[in-house]
DNA sequence: CTGAAAGCGCTAACAC
DNA sequence: GTGTTAGCGCTTTCAG
């Protein structure tokens, strides 16, 4: 069952597929009866123009990537839905790319959105991307969201990482607190670092020191480590007082463990989370976390690229950075 | 900045075109040296080659859509996942195509991937798809996946949505339940249907009654449906003593309401939940709910989907349904 | 108002 | 072992 063809539909009509092309295209040139005629029967034999053919035209593909590591997290699920919404309205569709964080794979996917020519590309990108990415990458519009890094160049919409983990502590800080542990994501990626530097900011603000081994990195999208990485800091000779966590998934992890061991939640750990999951509020005493904008980013993202494409030019590449809120229950009390 | 061609490589080198091609896809005619030759100022000039064009000369687009509601949903998130990731080694791309349950939309990106000459795809359809929908899938191989309509042909991968549902109302009439609350999906989705069928089953195995007002059917997408309709089956004059629920985001509803009502779970009403997230184990008592088998199920579908493209053939269409498991927590207690 | 022909980048006959 | 040529489906001159 081969496609049929503008050929296809000329040959029925008796007119040259040139006739046929232009009818499609509504041209003014071709009478309003022949348009009809050949709208009809393009209608009736099922007609699908081929996009390849287009493009060999010359004309640009509709196909935006999003690559990212992986759709299961909601962050990531939440910006493929702004965006996907977003484009349909201008013809776009979203090509999901996984990387895992692995580096190799996101080389991998932006090699295919570079053969089938993608439109721009949209990445949240792993934390040291292979030359090769940061090659392909170059010769197509792009947009980093989330994270940055140097080599893949400015356009960037995200979330202001510092200034969430900093208020987030200053938050505890102001409750009285002096001893506070962090787990986070590891410093090579951009967000991982500013949320660290947001939480040693708050403490150096109030004076208070870093203490070994109350800032525990490690993968930010691994539950598990959130396990580990409290269980760790719980069994300190002296556990620190709160808690802020640096991504969703170290707070899934986080909270879990905190439920299966029975920890007393605010009377024995104060603890600020990051971002708002169905979940949050009826989780123990209820987590006070930081409310993150990321559909909001999202959509301005979308925005931006659409105009972008659409413009043809340049244009100032944006640095968006968007605040996040601190949404206050249970889990937090003063010492 | 135009992308590079093979004729680009060919007039750097002196060669034709397609000893350049030949080359480039390894071809034994050719000779070492001259592959080696053409690979390394390939690689230097940056060539990539120009999926379009190949498609142009027959080559098989390695698209695949990916048809769903609403990315957002963690059925959803999953299911893109474990297909991308199934997929991914095979040189196989997802695109990602939202309904928002609204059949217009379905109809367009059925639209868009037929122009794009998509190599397969996978859709969870809306209720009642569009004369259009039904015959661009019908030129298109494809699989139906969660939900089934009878115009879409017979390939399918789901759950065992009846079993699934009649055993949560079994149980809680083992528990000594007489009268047993569902909400959930209207019966226009194949879901729907088969889950109140198993609802109704339930409780004529057990000789009770069907009660009006006690079935609240409505969007399975819509937290607020929970909410609401928890509302309406709570204020009747004599509430039931348990409730099944039947989608995901109608259990958060639920789960919402009733934590923010302060009903007392399991003592003023039992509840059975649908699908297992991260936050039903330790919401209120823990969620009692039916854990359902999504990544593998949506694995099998990747891998049949795999296989029938390689092999070309069309083979059986497969009518998978997999069974889900009761999580026995602190939500349900007896009579 | 419509037709004929060229060409987008690539591959596959068909030469030599 | 390599070159020449045709043609995939479409748009776009250039002719009538």
Redesign the interface.
């Known amino acids: ?1 081969t ?1 049929i063809t503008t050929r296809d539909i000329a040959a029925r009509l008796n007119l040259a597929v040139s006739t046929v092309g232009r009818a499609l295209a509504d041209d003014p040139r071709i009478s309003e009866q022949t348009k009809a005629r050949v709208l009809r029967t393009a209608e009736e034999m ?1 007609y ?6 287009r ?2 035209r010359g004309a640009s ?3 935006v990537g ?1 690559v990212i590591p ?3 997290n ?1 962050f990531y ?2 910006i ?2 702004e965006l ?2 977003n484009m ?1 309205a201008h ?1 776009l ?6 990387t ?1 964080d692995d580096r190799t ?1 996101e080389s ?2 932006l ?2 959105l ?4 993608a439109a721009a590309v949209i990445i949240v990108p792993t934390a040291e991307p292979l030359p090769d990415t940061v ?2 990458l170059a ?1 197509l519009p792009h947009v980093q969201l989330l994270r940055r890094h140097p080599s893949l160049g400015q356009a960037y919409f995200g979330l202001d990482d510092f200034e969430t983990v900093r208020s987030a502590t200053a938050f505890l800080i102001g409750q009285g607190h002096m001893s506070i542990g962090y787990i986070g994501g590891p410093v090579e990626l951009s967000t991982g670092a500013e949320r660290l530097r947001g939480f040693h900011t708050a403490l150096a603000d109030a004076g208070l020191p870093k203490k070994a081994g109350t800032t525990l990195l490690g993968p930010p999208a691994s539950v598990d480590h959130g396990h580990a990485a409290l269980r760790r800091l719980l069994g300190r000779t002296a556990p620190p007082t709160a808690l802020v966590t640096g991504s969703v998934l170290l707070t ?1 992890g986080v ?2 463990e905190l ?1 299966d061991s029975g920890t007393k939640v605010p009377d024995e750990l104060s603890v600020v989370g990051f971002g708002d ?8 005493p209820g987590l006070t976390t930081m409310r993150l904008p990321v559909a909001a980013m999202a959509a301005d993202c979308a925005r931006w690229l659409v105009t972008r494409l659409a413009e043809k030019s340049d244009g100032a590449s944006p640095s968006v950075v968007l605040p996040g809120e601190l949404v206050q229950r249970g889990s937090t009390a003063g010492r």
């Open positions: 069952m496609a099922g699908v123009g081929n996009r390849a053919a493009m060999m593909s509709n196909t999003l992986d759709i299961r909601s699920a939440t493929a839905h996907s919404a349909a013809g569709q979203l090509m999901l790319s996984e895992a794979a991998q996917h090699r295919e570079s053969a089938s020519r090659k392909l010769a899934l909270m879990e439920h999951e169905p979940g949050f509020a009826w989780w123990g």
